[in-house]
């Protein structure tokens, strides 16, 4: 607690934490831990048994317990025994330093008082201080060594009065010189450290070439320093006044020692500008930064600089120094290539952005050699006048280049392998799956696939092994082999693939699939073992063209005069489109393959066949193209006299035969077939860039195009027009002879509209936009009026079939109902009719309301025309109105027929048998047994009772009942002749209705 300035109450808190304590107990029963430290870590108390303890802790107070060993081995620790086999104490920060001065300072005084060593004879006294001198000068030199110094040790002996005779004391003389010799080893091992020596045992960099001079220069500073103390000079100048053999190789060795250290200065002060560029290197960590070397000139700088240390300084300008200069300058540019790279997970990130990381490498590493070479060059050339001006002479850099990028081409080509490896896998990517067709593809694709599983397979092995390693290490041996198996598979897997392109070619039938499979293959071909497969294959993909060719041959000449009508594809073009879209087609055949032909071998090409195809595919592309300017320029001649001609039409035409016909938009067809021609060739010349060989465009005539300008001006006219007469004609088809006489006033007014464009106005009248506006209104009003008539005649025919429809009270049958007694069903049956009367009342004033529409409708069109309004008494209305009334009477007949059938049907025992019916009603059969002596007959009687000869309240009653309720429901809706008036009579006189009451009865 006292060395660590704690109270004990502190102390305790410290063993008391679990971790310390189980740390503590280690150390005392355990004999393999022989130290336990108490030491300081962010400001807490820790106890721990670490050896190897941080080099930040060398600043703070450590305090140490050590076990001694005993036979090589520690024991146990107890309280009997702790005394003897355990030591401790502080651990210092420097300790060699502190050993030094507690040397010199406590123990050599202690020494050298007599009484002190009074039990040392007299005869061992002088080889003990001996040995201490020796110790203290070993301490003091292993401590300079330990901090970059080169410590010179003094002797431990009195020197004379005077120095300007020559020392007589031969014992002093020798013991001074082996001082010298000591003195002239440790200066000339300061002299001689070079920095050749860090690139036996690593890979410094220039940063560490800086320091190193540095370093140099301070020591060699510090022992000129040392050598004028004035101890020094006292050794030096007994022994030059005693004549001493090494005093003129030590005075040569002071002369070498200044020439090293103006050189170490020399060094320093041309190397220390380009610590900022040594800096930049190293720091560049990171793509951006990484990058930033070549766009921001950190090389062209950095070589400049090295030019003028190789022009302008006096110890750096010789060839070793500036190999191993730019040799460490590589080590640091290899540093920062691969934290550029970051091989830990170049596999697996996106193989676009791997391939990235190591091409950027790859690049920044190739401008850093491109300028040293353009340095090279530079001091190799005659004086330039800015290097004249500057003080620079020229010394060619007269060194081999393997000397210097020996480790980074090392690196590069490591580089360039794992570029290989990622482009491989992006070649086998897993979502690019190569889909072979023909008779064999879903054999051939299942190959396919697993070929994929197995680089997948190869290429996991390579870059995730059993034992992981630095595969940008161009120390690590184990790279090479891993990536020599990696070919290898590779190589075996493209194999198959090259036999699997083979196969499929085999089975392919046309030109068009062979350039897709081998566009399919597209990057495989690339790689020599499926390229040479391809090329064994170019000889019959030539004669494939040359058998194609000859079929456009063939078929030109078979088709050229009858496209339209031999070839039902073009049936539904124009002439002329037909005709240039299949000779097009055939030059797209020829021109299209022809481009890839071209691409074959010029061993291929240069053969007989070749010859032959190249002169065919020359003649036939001549020969399409000339018909295709046949036809077009023919067409061109006679298209603009039929244009202006046809244009000079009226709007309307009717049928010569029949005056009153339909009406016709009069927009003639070869008008029509003119604009689809242009359409057409306006696509062709649109498209004529984007097709193989043919850069052709046709000139189409102006007269011809300036009617295609107002294409769309003519569609939306013609298709307004289109809209007008086929309302028109749809209406007056569909007009009933009662309907017209309603709108004759209207009729007439629109006719004499319509004449306007039967016998005025043609295509070029400016007064089209007018005509269209105002027959659009028109008939649309009146399809608005006829489609009212129309429409509230449709729903008063609709609302009297679904009431009939609605009619599902009888037949009654088994699945929905049971039979009931006669009270029971009339009680049903009331209730039936009463919902059924209200049903019919409220659908009887739904009908004259919408006789009170059509009427409304019509006036409203006759009071925006100006025309007299309809009366309901208006003989045209009463017609009109007596011809809805009669499909009011028959559809309200037809309804009491359906009833009557239904009743009919329910009462029929042949209708109930064929269609699983359930009888009407319940009727018992009651006989009667009077008894003995009684005045009562015997009887057999029907409850209720059948016929009316039987008595009150019999069925027939009651079905004549039911058949007159039918009838009488005519009462419900009131006739449209005559309001005040129903339909009753009209169904009483119906033959069907009779006929069928008839039949129930």
Not at 127 to 147: D, P, R
Not at 744 to 751: S, V
Not at 898 to 919: C, I, T
Request: proline content about 4%.
């Amino acid at each position: 607690a006292a060395a660590l300035k704690l109270k004990p109450a502190d102390l305790k808190k410290i063993t008391d934490n679990e971790e310390h304590a189980a740390t503590l107990k280690e150390f005392f029963d355990t004999a393999d831990t022989r130290a336990v430290f108490f030491m300081q870590r962010q400001g807490q108390w820790v106890v721990t048994s670490e050896a190897n303890l941080p080099a930040g802790h060398s600043k703070k107070k450590i305090f140490y317990f050590l076990k001694l060993t005993e036979n090589g081995r520690a024991g146990k620790v107890d309280l009997g025994n702790i005394a003897r086999t355990v030591v401790f104490g502080d651990l210092f920060m420097r300790p060699l330093e502190t050993l030094d001065q507690y040397s010199k300072n406590v123990m050599l005084p202690v020494l050298q008082k007599k009484e002190n060593i009074k039990d040392v004879s007299d005869v061992a006294q002088p080889a003990l201080m001996e040995n201490v001198s020796s110790y203290l000068a070993y301490t003091l030199v292993t401590n300079g060594l330990c901090n970059g110094r080169t410590l010179l040790p003094l002797p431990m002996i009195s020197f004379p009065d005077r120095l300007d005779e020559p020392a007589k004391d031969k014992d002093l003389l020798y013991q001074l010189e082996g001082v010298l010799v000591a003195w002239t080893a440790q200066i000339r091992a300061a002299i001689s450290q070079s920095p050749e020596a860090m690139l036996e045992t690593g890979n410094p960099g220039p940063r560490e070439e800086l320091e190193f001079w540095r370093n140099k220069r301070d020591n060699l500073l510090a022992l000129e320093e040392q050598l004028h103390a004035p101890k020094v000079l006292k050794v030096k100048t007994m022994l030059g006044k005693a004549g001493s053999s090494y005093y003129r190789p030590f005075a040569d060795l002071i002369k070498s020692l200044r020439k090293a250290a103006e050189e170490a200065r020399d060094n320093c002060r041309f190397l220390e500008p380009l610590a900022e560029q040594f800096q930049d290197i190293r720091d560049a960590q990171d793509a951006e930064s990484f990058e930033a070397l070549v766009t921001n000139g950190n090389f062209k700088k950095l070589f400049h600089h090295i030019w003028v240390v190789w022009t302008h300084s006096k110890h750096y300008n010789t060839p070793t120094r500036l190999v191993i200069l730019i040799r460490e300058v590589c080590n640091d540019l290899i540093v920062a290539a691969k934290a550029n790279v970051a091989i830990d997970d170049l596999f697996t990130c996106e193989p676009d952005e791997a391939m990235k990381r190591v091409s950027n490498t790859l690049s920044v590493c190739s401008h850093f050699k491109t300028w040293y070479f353009q340095y090279k060059a530079r001091a190799g050339k005659d004086d330039r006048a800015e290097d004249r001006a500057a003080g620079a002479e020229r010394r060619p850099w007269k060194f081999q280049n393997t000397t210097l990028f020996a480790r980074l081409d090392q690196f590069l080509e490591r580089c360039h392998d794992l570029l290989d490896v990622l482009e491989t896998a992006v070649l086998f990517n897993p979502n690019k799956r190569v889909e072979m067709g023909g008779t064999s593809g879903a054999e051939l694709s299942r190959q396919t696939e697993a070929l994929y599983n197995e680089f997948q397979t190869a290429y996991t092995e390579f870059h995730s092994p059993a034992e992981m390693y630095d595969k940008l290490d161009v120390d690590e041996p184990r790279f090479d082999p891993d990536f020599t198996a990696f070919r290898g598979n590779v190589r075996s897997i493209e194999m198959k693939l090259g036999s699997m392109l083979a196969t499929c070619m085999e089975d392919s039938t046309t030109l068009y699939n062979t350039f897709k499979l081998i566009d399919t293959f597209d990057g495989f071909l690339e790689r020599s073992v499926i390229h040479q497969q391809w090329q064994r294959r170019q000889m019959d993909v030539l004669q494939a063209y040359h058998q194609d060719l000859l079929q456009v041959q063939e078929c030109f000449y078979l088709y050229k005069d009858d496209v339209h009508s031999r070839l039902t594809v073009y049936n539904r073009l124009p002439l002329t489109s037909a005709q240039l879209i299949y000779a097009k087609g055939l030059l797209q055949r020829v021109s299209e393959p022809f481009t890839r032909i071209c691409e074959l071998s010029k061993q291929v090409l240069r053969s007989e066949v070749a010859k032959e195809v190249m002169s065919l595919q020359k003649q036939l592309t001549t020969m399409l193209k000339g018909y295709i300017h046949a036809c077009a320029d023919r067409w061109a001649g006679k298209v603009g006299s039929v244009t202006s001609e046809k244009l000079k039409l009226n709007l309307f035409s009717r049928d010569p035969g029949d005056p009153d016909g339909p009406v016709r938009v009069n927009f003639d067809p070869q008008v029509v077939k003119m604009l689809r021609e242009v359409t057409y060739f306006e696509f062709l010349n649109a498209s004529s860039g984007d097709s193989h060989g043919d850069d052709q465009t046709f000139v189409i005539p102006p007269a011809a195009m300036a009617v295609y300008r107002e294409r769309d001006q003519f569609r939306m006219h013609t298709l307004k027009l289109d809209l007008i007469v086929s309302t028109y004609n749809k209406f007056m088809e569909d007009m009933l002879d009662v309907e017209k006489p309603l709108m004759t006033d209207e009729l007439k007014q629109f006719d004499d509209e319509l004449e306007k464009g039967l016998k005025q106005l043609n295509w070029r009248s400016p007064e089209i936009d007018v005509f269209i506006q105002t027959a659009t209104e028109a008939v649309e009003a009146l399809d608005k009026v006829f489609a009212t008539l129309k429409g509230n005649t449709k729903k008063i025919r609709q609302s009297l079939e679904d009431y009939t429809t609605d009619d599902k009270f009888l037949p009654i049958h088994a699945k929905d109902a049971k039979t009931s007694s006669l009270d029971d069903f009339q009680k049903r049956f009331s209730e039936n009719r009463k919902a059924r009367d209200a049903d019919l009342t409220e659908r009887g004033t739904e009908i004259h309301d919408l006789m009170d529409s059509s009427l409304e409708a019509v006036n409203e069109l006759k009071a925006e025309l100006g025309f007299p309004l309809l009366r309901p008494d208006t003989e045209c209305w009463v017609q009109y109105v007596g011809h809805v009334n009669e499909i009011v009477r028959t559809l309200m007949c037809n309804s009491v027929v359906h009833s009557l059938r239904n009743l009919r049907d329910q009462v029929s025992a042949e209708w109930l048998k064929e269609n699983d019916g359930m009888p009407l009603l319940d009727i018992k059969l009651i006989l009667t047994q009077p008894a003995a002596h009684s005045v009562e007959v015997q009887e057999a009687r029907f409850v209720p009772l059948l016929s009316a000869t039987d008595g009150t309240g019999s069925l027939d009653t009651v079905v004549n009942e039911w058949i007159k309720d039918y009838n009488d429901t005519a009462m419900c809706i009131y006739r449209l002749d005559a309001p005040d008036d129903n339909y009753t009579q009209d169904v009483y006189a119906y033959k069907e209705c009779n006929a069928m009451a008839k039949s129930i009865n």
